[in-house]
């Protein structure tokens, strides 16, 4: 069974940094892509970046470039999302999500990142 | 970047009635277009990707179909459990852009 459990979240105060992990797990996960997607509250869903399998390509949303660092670890079956000059509006439940060919096919359960004074 | 412009926003139908939500691509994705259904406090699931393709274990009653750049999500009879928040997503290209989402409601 595909599990990816992220964690991490918390509250941060503006300016400051966070990094969150995502483990996967029931999968081989050197042969897919990840991604980080986020929801603030009571809002949409916002695509923040991607990495390929084997980290040789990486994207990122135009609202966290130079801000947010996407990583993994294959030997550790892990994803990073490194954030840092946190802002009030990155305020959100963030998800890792597995790639298939231009789709996200499983999701973690979410962590929250709450920036705030 | 590509955008999704998806409506309604909000709708709310009937048990059995047909339901269907759209997707507008400001341009061509072909069929890279995925639909996703989100309950409250849980992870949005896949239901169709390739625009018209099922995903693993979605009722037959959920089907996809496009017209050009513009992506149909049909739900034939609702059903009790079908309410939720429903977002399109183009997986064409980076930057990954989704639908502002349709809010679905029973009557």
């Known amino acids: 069974e595909v599990q990816l459990v992220e964690s991490g979240g918390g509250l941060v105060q503006p300016g400051r940094s966070l990094k969150l992990s995502c483990l996967a797990s029931?999968?081989?996960?050197?042969?897919?892509?990840m991604n980080w997607i986020r929801q603030a509250p009571g809002k949409g869903l916002e695509w923040v970046a991607s990495?390929?399998?084997?980290?040789?390509?990486?994207y990122y949303a135009d609202t966290v470039k130079g801000r947010f660092t996407i990583s993994r670890d294959n030997a550790k079956n892990t994803l990073y999302l490194q954030m840092t000059s946190l802002r009030s509006e990155d305020t959100a439940l963030y998800y890792c999500?597995?790639?298939?060919?231009?789709?996200?096919?499983?999701w973690g359960q979410g962590v929250m990142v709450t920036v705030s004074s | 970047d590509i955008q999704m412009t998806q409506s309604p926003a909000s709708l709310s139908a009937s048990l059995e009635e047909i339901v269907t939500i759209t997707c507008q691509a400001s341009?061509?994705?072909?069929?890279?277009l995925a639909w996703y259904q989100q309950k409250p406090g849980k992870s949005p699931q896949l239901l169709i990707y390739?625009?018209?393709s099922l995903a693993d274990g979605v009722p037959s009653r959920f089907s996809g179909s496009r017209s050009g750049t513009q992506y149909s999500l049909k739900i034939s009879r609702l059903q009790v459990e079908d309410p939720g928040i429903y977002y399109c997503?183009?997986?064409?290209?980076?930057?990954?852009?989704f639908g502002a989402g349709t809010k679905l409601e029973l009557k």
């Open positions: 999500a597995r790639s298939v060919v231009a789709r996200f096919d499983y």
């Open positions: 029931g999968f081989t996960f050197s042969n897919y892509g």
């Open positions: 990495i390929s399998s084997s980290s040789s390509y990486i």
């Open positions: 341009q061509d994705i072909g069929n890279w």
């Open positions: 390739g625009a018209t």
């Open positions: 997503l183009q997986g064409y290209s980076a930057p990954y852009t």
